[in-house]
């Protein structure tokens, strides 16, 4: 607590990805900073996530391009803080002929910035022989993904930024922000110019009225961590349920009757937003989620119904044996649900709430967080502000 009562050019509540950023820009700017985070350690989404960096899954604008200049902003502080960003990129399996087309669709219209290739069933055999041959129609290759294991390197960014003069004050939970000021739980203040609150799924208790303005939601996503011995993939792999779940593909023509089928095929994929994605780690443990669930849907006990589903449609993506389950657990992130993807909003003077990024928070926050430092220091407006 020695930091607090000291007085900062900027204070972040919250060290998770958002917070973060959000310091690492401020520190680019030369601005003295105070991170106050609840917590000993990072353990929100930022530390419960694939740890996809997924420009492929952003739609073409602006939000590609934010993710496509986070991916540069990883690159960059991963070997100065010291843990790993491994280009992957990603591998997308067509299976039914309507997954097949809507990747055509995007290849041909969306996909600029991502070095998408179409492989045929052979050549995704010759280069990804852990991928299941039968039934296959093909896959889209796509360069742009990054592979980060956010359990270290959201704890690694933090002690980075913290040899670099950051102020970070653990186990300290921030009760009030306003301006000039963040009123802490055992009664001191944190004295700042500005207060960035980035407080992730926290944030409806300390601004309950931003959740309310924005429509931003709670949702839950159920996760597994498998072992997977002497197997390598050496790309992150999505199948077609996926092509359902990232608004990049939301414009495809065919994408209307996949979602048919897939509702036809099983109710529960649609019940419970199931869709599975797999993530290797340096280690050769599969990182693999996930499903979807609201607000009031919500319960602090996971279903092992979403489980085994998870479990059944990767056994049709991918041909490996001998798993086991290593580890289980579910995040929460917000999430708007009026079609925007981030909320950028000024509840009072001199402080600025940054969040609900989904479940793109490790995607976009690097390049949110430097356009919203740049805002702040022109004193331009931020997109959001009218929120
Ligand atoms: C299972 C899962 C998988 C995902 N996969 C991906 C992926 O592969 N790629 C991707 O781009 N995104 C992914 N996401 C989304 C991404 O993880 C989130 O968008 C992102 O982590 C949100 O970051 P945050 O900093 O806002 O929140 P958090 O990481 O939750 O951090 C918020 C922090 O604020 C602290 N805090 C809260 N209130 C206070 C307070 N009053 N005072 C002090 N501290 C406070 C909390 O303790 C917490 O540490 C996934 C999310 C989940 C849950």
Request: charged share 20%.
């Given at each position: 607590m020695s930091n607090a009562n000291k007085s900062y050019d900027l204070a972040i509540i919250g060290a998770g990805i958002v917070g973060l950023?959000?310091?690492?820009?401020?520190?680019?700017?030369?601005?003295?900073?105070?991170?106050?985070?609840?917590?000993?350690?990072?353990?929100?989404?930022?530390?419960?996530?694939?740890?996809?960096?997924?420009?492929?899954?952003?739609?073409?604008?602006?939000?590609?391009?934010?993710?496509?200049?986070?991916?540069?902003?990883?690159?960059?502080?991963?070997?100065?803080a010291g843990f790993d960003a491994r280009a992957v990129g990603s591998l997308h399996l067509a299976r039914h002929e309507d997954e097949r087309a809507v990747l055509h669709e995007f290849m041909q219209r969306r996909a600029d910035g991502l070095h998408a290739e179409w492989l045929s069933p052979d050549e995704v055999a010759r280069r990804y022989p852990g991928v299941r041959p039968d039934g296959l129609l093909g896959a889209m290759r796509a360069e742009s993904e990054l592979a980060i294991d956010p359990r270290h390197a959201i704890a690694a960014w933090a002690d980075w930024l913290a040899s670099r003069g950051v102020s970070f004050l653990w186990n300290t939970h921030a009760r009030e922000a306003g301006q000039g000021f963040v009123q802490l739980a055992d009664a001191t203040r944190v004295e700042a110019d500005h207060v960035v609150v980035c407080s992730g799924q926290d944030t409806r208790l300390l601004f309950p009225d931003v959740y309310e303005r924005a429509s931003v939601s709670r949702c839950k996503l159920q996760m597994l961590r498998l072992s997977a011995p002497a197997w390598r993939i050496g790309t992150h792999v999505a199948g077609g349920l996926t092509l359902r779940h990232y608004k990049a593909f939301e414009d495809c023509p065919t994408l209307p009757d996949l979602k048919q089928r897939v509702a036809r095929e099983n109710p529960l994929y649609d019940r419970y937003g199931i869709h599975v994605m797999a993530a290797q780690r340096a280690d050769g443990t599969l990182v693999i989620g996930d499903s979807h669930e609201y607000d009031a849907a919500i319960t602090p006990f996971d279903n092992a119904t979403i489980e085994q589903?998870?479990?059944?449609?990767?056994?049709?993506?991918?041909?490996v044996e001998g798993l086991h389950v290593v580890n289980r657990w579910h995040g929460i992130y917000a999430k708007r649900t009026d079609g925007q993807w981030l909320v950028r909003a000024c509840p009072t003077p001199g402080v600025t709430v940054v969040n609900a990024l989904g479940g793109a928070g490790m995607t976009l926050a690097p390049a949110i967080a430097e356009a919203t430092i740049a805002a702040l220091r022109a004193s331009t407006p931020l997109q959001g502000l009218s929120i």
């Open positions: 950023s959000h310091a690492l820009a401020a520190t680019d700017a030369g601005l003295r900073i105070c991170v106050i985070e609840s917590d000993d350690r990072p353990s929100g989404a930022s530390i419960r996530n694939f740890g996809m960096v997924w420009p492929v899954g952003m739609p073409p604008g602006e939000a590609r391009a934010h993710a496509l200049r986070s991916r540069e902003i990883w690159l960059h502080v991963a070997p100065q589903m998870i479990l059944e449609y990767l056994a049709r993506m991918l041909d």
